[in-house]
């Protein structure tokens, strides 16, 4: 209902990827468990165009249509694709909102002149915090071949995260049999056990995990060429990783705006006038952050706490984006899913 509301009367919606989990259940199942939300959004946005921007987990909304393009032989990968909801997975949102203006947009969507917004999964090639996507990204990369060492192409991203979401949807369409998820799932567990839950101290296994276990992969990951990564799994290392990775991101594609939005990396920004989000050419990286409760890596509150959920960018006129953090005001207790719900996975 907050989030609705804050939508109430705009003009343009912009879902910065992963508006649907498609990796963690078959493909009927997460279209259900979506449903209400997509229903509530035309309610509150009434005729106003709604922008998917897909991410890694959603990236099977737009991988037929990209399939379909290479088929017919198109030219390399832009910045903005936009694409009807013609997918079969797009098509059935499409219909969730008849009275919406849907469109796709891939990689990312200029909001307006000098406005863009990506969701950033690409910067799962330049973060260096050991998460399982990092590694499997790097994994395939090494059987594939090395990408560029500098500018790189959407095409090149593509060619080594793509077919890891592939293979993680695929796994998701196996059957409603229990699974305790992959991909984000699984590193998400992996903080929690290091750092606690809820601001608490970890246990002596999460604590044995973050002195021990995770330094000695990321020493193997190291010398088998799938890094660089770094030992440092502190919260702090965790939150300038994600920074860094925007800014080589940036640079790597050439981006040429005054503002890039990005929302993959869970932590929101900047915060106050936290340093590093203005790269040397003048451009103003923000992320929106996640709207995931990951108790593991908030803190006790949402005050100081970049990870805390709920925030979103708005654009008004032309004035700079502007990031609104609309659940602040709640506490863990608030956040917390139903014990009921929470035993049956969904969220």
């Not at 393009?69 to 694709?81: H, K, S």
């Not at 000098?114 to 590694?135: I, K, N, Q, S, W």
């Not at 925007?246 to 990005?262: K, N, Q, T, Y």
Request: hydrophobic residues 40%; proline residues 7%; charged residues 25%.
């Amino acid at each position: 209902d907050i989030l609705l509301s804050e939508l109430e009367g705009a003009d343009e919606v912009v879902l910065l990827g992963d508006a649907l989990e498609l990796r963690d259940r078959p493909l009927r199942q997460a279209l259900d468990l979506a449903r209400p939300f997509f229903e509530h959004l035309a309610e509150a946005v009434g005729s106003a165009r709604v922008v998917i921007v897909p991410g890694n987990h959603d990236h099977q909304l737009i991988g037929p249509w990209l399939e379909s393009r290479r088929m017919r032989g198109e030219g390399p990968l832009g910045l903005e694709q936009l694409a009807p909801p013609e997918t079969e997975i797009a098509a059935e949102i499409a219909r969730l909102m008849p009275a919406v203006e849907l469109s796709l947009a891939y990689p990312g969507f200029w909001v307006r002149p000098g406005v863009y917004a990506t969701h950033g999964h690409y910067l799962d090639c330049h973060v260096t915090v050991p998460t399982f996507e990092r590694l499997a990204i790097a994994v395939i990369e090494k059987l594939a071949g090395a990408l560029p060492v500098g500018l790189r192409t959407i095409d090149d991203y593509e060619s080594v995260q793509a077919p890891l979401y592939g293979l993680l949807y695929g796994i998701a369409q196996g059957g409603p049999r229990p699974r305790r998820g992959l991909g984000e799932n699984a590193s998400a567990r992996v903080w929690e056990a290091v750092h606690g839950r809820d601001g608490r101290r970890p246990g002596l296994k999460g604590r044995m995990l973050g002195s021990l276990i995770l330094p000695g992969v990321v020493t193997a990951a190291n010398r088998l060429g799938l890094g660089p990564l770094r030992a440092d799994i502190s919260m702090a290392e965790i939150r300038q990783a994600g920074l860094r990775a925007m800014r080589e991101l940036v640079g790597r594609l050439a981006i040429d705006a005054e503002h890039v939005i990005f929302g993959h990396i869970h932590r929101r920004g900047p915060l106050g006038s936290e340093p590093g989000w203005e790269l040397e050419s003048g451009t103003r990286l923000l992320n929106s952050g996640s709207w995931v409760y990951a108790p593991g890596l908030l803190g006790p509150s949402a005050e100081g706490s970049v990870f805390w959920p709920g925030t979103v960018a708005v654009l008004e006129d032309e004035r700079p984006p502007e990031l609104r953090h609309l659940l602040d005001g709640m506490a863990h207790g608030d956040l917390r899913a139903p014990r009921a719900r929470r035993a049956t996975g969904t969220r």
